[in-house]
């Protein structure tokens, strides 16, 4: 069989071409990066070892498994990181954030910054790769999210701080910044069945899916600096919810900010400085 023959089985299985080639590309060793080589090579064929591979990944991905567990990996804001069941696969939407934090951070001056509930520590790293000035705190509840992110951290020599718990508890001292992309799907939300494949205690927050966004919200303003800035992801129609809710603990200059999309995918809110 031939790659293009291969590629053409896989959409019989309704799998998006781009997930076929990436998870062919996979198999056969090379960067899923490299789709153009496919076509280069689209009359190549392949062994029964890399037939057999492909079958099982494609066979993973139809039954809703994502692209990034089967292959292992994620790019995220430059950075390509691990990722398996254990942590969320980052999203491009998170990417919003991390922009909104580095026009935050002075591309000098030292600062302090906390991401909460960090999974893969994708927004953590992205913001450590980019301000190297800048002390970053990954927090996460799950030890097993805790391995992946460190195990990202070293991989890309990142050197970021690491602790266990659930969002500030336990954490000393105060922050120039406190970023988390945190559950914000309600519990009975219709898309859940979808995202089965990925920890639940990632996706869902109570029955309005604004539970974790409310404790961070409430934990907040003492953590921050006079000035600093907490800026929360959510979903795509909660920005008017948790703009109230940072409004109603006292942060200053509450706003959201849009994805790609042109969602409203993120808000903050900064410290009121004293006087």
Same mark, same amino acid.
């Given at each position: 069989?031939?790659?293009r @023959?291969?590629?053409?089985?896989?959409?019989?299985?309704? /799998?998006?071409?781009i997930?076929?080639?990436?998870?062919?590309?996979h198999?056969l060793?090379?960067?899923i990066?490299?789709?153009a080589?496919?076509?280069?090579?689209?009359?190549?064929?392949?062994?029964?070892? %890399?037939?057999t591979?492909?079958?099982?990944?494609?066979?993973r991905r139809?039954a809703? @498994?994502?692209?990034?567990?089967i292959?292992?990996?994620?790019?995220?804001?430059?950075?390509?990181?691990?990722?398996?069941?254990?942590? /969320?696969?980052?999203?491009?939407?998170? @990417?919003?954030?991390v922009d909104?934090?580095l026009? !935050?951070?002075?591309?000098?001056?030292?600062?302090?910054?906390?991401d909460?509930?960090?999974g893969s520590g994708?927004?953590?790293?992205?913001?450590?790769?980019?301000?190297?000035?800048?002390?970053v705190t990954? %927090?996460?509840a799950?030890?097993?999210?805790?391995?992946?992110?460190?195990?990202n951290?070293?991989? /890309?020599?990142?050197?970021i701080?690491?602790?266990?718990?659930?969002? /500030?508890?336990? %954490?000393?001292?105060?922050?120039?910044?406190?970023?988390?992309n945190? &559950?914000?799907?309600?519990?009975?939300?219709?898309? !859940?069945?979808?995202?089965?494949?990925?920890? &639940?205690?990632? !996706?869902?927050?109570?029955a309005d899916?604004?539970?974790?966004?409310?404790?961070?919200?409430?934990?907040?303003? &003492?953590h921050?600096?006079?000035?600093?800035w907490?800026l929360?992801e959510h979903g795509?129609d909660?920005?008017?919810?948790?703009?109230a809710?940072l409004s @109603?603990?006292?942060?200053?200059q509450?706003?959201?900010?849009?994805?790609?999309?042109?969602?409203?995918?993120c808000?903050?809110g900064q410290r009121?400085i004293a006087?």
């Amino acid at each position: 069989m031939e790659v293009r @023959e291969a590629l053409a089985l896989a959409g019989t299985l309704a /799998l998006q071409r781009i997930d076929a080639q990436l998870l062919l590309l996979h198999v056969l060793g090379r960067s899923i990066n490299d789709r153009a080589w496919l076509l280069a090579h689209d009359t190549d064929v392949l062994t029964d070892d %890399v037939r057999t591979a492909f079958d099982s990944a494609c066979k993973r991905r139809a039954a809703g @498994e994502p692209v990034a567990y089967i292959v292992g990996q994620k790019d995220f804001h430059g950075l390509t990181l691990a990722v398996d069941a254990r942590v /969320l696969v980052p999203r491009p939407d998170t @990417e919003t954030l991390v922009d909104w934090a580095l026009e !935050l951070l002075d591309e000098t001056a030292k600062a302090r910054v906390v991401d909460l509930g960090t999974g893969s520590g994708a927004i953590a790293l992205a913001i450590r790769h980019a301000r190297a000035n800048v002390d970053v705190t990954a %927090v996460d509840a799950s030890a097993d999210a805790l391995a992946v992110a460190r195990s990202n951290a070293s991989r /890309l020599g990142l050197a970021i701080d690491f602790a266990q718990g659930n969002w /500030l508890a336990g %954490v000393d001292g105060t922050f120039d910044l406190i970023v988390s992309n945190p &559950p914000y799907i309600a519990a009975g939300d219709p898309h !859940l069945p979808a995202l089965h494949h990925e920890p &639940p205690q990632a !996706l869902v927050a109570g029955a309005d899916g604004l539970d974790d966004i409310r404790s961070i919200v409430g934990q907040a303003l &003492p953590h921050l600096q006079p000035g600093g800035w907490l800026l929360l992801e959510h979903g795509f129609d909660q920005a008017a919810a948790v703009c109230a809710l940072l409004s @109603e603990r006292g942060f200053a200059q509450v706003c959201s900010r849009r994805d790609l999309a042109d969602i409203e995918r993120c808000s903050g809110g900064q410290r009121p400085i004293a006087g």
